[in-house]
């Protein structure tokens, strides 16, 4: 009998073009370099690290809008610096690119306020300068602040921004994958022909929310449409995500509950058409770490006279439009349907939480799994879970930046590399084929195949009917 090998772990740093991403408050801490935020060195110096450490990608955060939930305002929001400012993320791509030859980028883009065309002409662009490293974490949207800034009275229905989604994303399909033939650009000085046109074609599309008429601008880049992130989770987000992403950022809790949660997924998929083992998984995660148990115990509690549990909590407000506030520390807080995180909202239908309770999760201002130790313990635990959920790897928050990733490479990859469980050299080629050793392109059985265009017969009337004669003698 053959035995399976052991699943090499996907690793992502996750990070925002911002100051407070997810661990709210450790802004203060004396080390912590996040203010920078704003500074071009900051962020190759990090890609710089993360490539130096073998991260499969920086995966940047974004949003649209403000949290404006809790209190009614932004007080607390501003004086945390609680996502605000934040910058847009696409801009960091290109300088990171040219740092590193390897690492992969996950750009969080807001589909709701984008226009089709522009979107996937900037993400085509950035396809080509990076050679083929660039994802697209596919988000709607879920604050109406967002919406406000944008001339809209409110929040869509959650349900009709995907309808919107599918139809955003199908005509990118046709951007990226209809509109030029493969070999299209020649590159002929002799003959002076840069593109034959009969190789390229307008796209025509009169959608429900989109209309389009016209030639692509962006000629194929190596992976013509971006590797897709997404991370829906209601009924709606899964259905949309399990046909289209290829890789899914999954809520965590209790490792039973995130197998179910993979179970249902990798189902979900196989009845869509997809091979389930083709959608990797990835749940969100911080840790914290040293040289032994002891000082990471230590460093914790360094970190969390910093942290801010209300911060987190203003965050957690805007994620279920919620606020939070106007509960006392004990009370239940009551389930309540909002337009915004379907999914994370939905666990006050089942379970009684509070404030405090939140407050204790939130004890590093952010809501994430944390793991605590040194780098073998680090090692064990991710190990485990990954072994028992059935992800196939993590997204790993900062808590002091840049310190936390720096200790990472340094005490906890070793250690998975001594157990075969990373790589200890990258692959070559492209995001995508790095991730799934199958090719730059989307596979066949992605819904993108019938969007693709396909070689026009651009023969005369007399080269067909010389064929013909040809075909019969």
Known sequence: MT???????ILNAFDMNCVGHINHGLWTHPRDESHRFNELSYWTGLAKTLEQGLFDGLFI??????????????????????????HDPSTLVSAMAAVTQNLGFGVTVNLSYETPYQ??????????LTQGRIGWNIVTGYLDSAARLIDQTGLQDHDLRYEQAEEFLSLCYKFWEGSWEHDAVIKDKSQRI??????????????????????????????????LFQAGASTRGLSFATQHAEAMFIGAD??????????????????????????KLLVGISVITAETDELAQQKLAEYISYASPEAGLAHFSSSIGIDLSQFADDEAIPY??????????????????????????????????????????IATQLIQYLDETGIDGFNLTRTVAPESHHDFIRYVIPELQQRGRYKTAYRQGSLRHKLFQNGDLLPHTH?????????????????KAATKVSTLA
């Open 254 to 279: 209790q490792p039973a509950k995130v197998k179910q949660q993979v179970e249902q997924i990798r189902a979900q998929a196989r009845s869509q058409g997809r091979d389930p083992n083709q959608l």
């Open 336 to 377: 309540q349907k909002t337009n915004s995180i379907a999914s994370v909202n939905q666990r006050f239908k089942s379970q009684k939480i509070t404030p405090n309770d939140l407050k204790a999760q939130l004890k590093l201002g952010g809501r994430y799994p944390l793991f605590v130790g040194s780098g073998a313990s």
């Open 194 to 227: 840069f593109t034959q046109p009969s190789k390229v074609h307008a796209i025509h599309h009169q959608g429900q929310f989109y209309h389009s008429q016209g030639v692509f601008q962006v000629s194929p880049s190596v992976q013509r449409t971006p590797v």
């Open 3 to 9: 035995q399976i090998p052991d699943k090499e772990i």
């Open 119 to 128: 979107f996937a002409r900037r993400f085509a662009s950035l396809d080509h």
């Open 61 to 86: 955060a974004d949003i649209t809008g403000v949290y404006d939930v809790y209190q009614g305002n932004i007080d607390l929001t501003l004086k945390e610096s609680i996502q605000l400012p934040s």
């Open 447 to 463: 819904p993108v195949e019938q969007y693709r265009c396909q070689p026009q017969d651009t023969k005369t009337a007399s080269e």
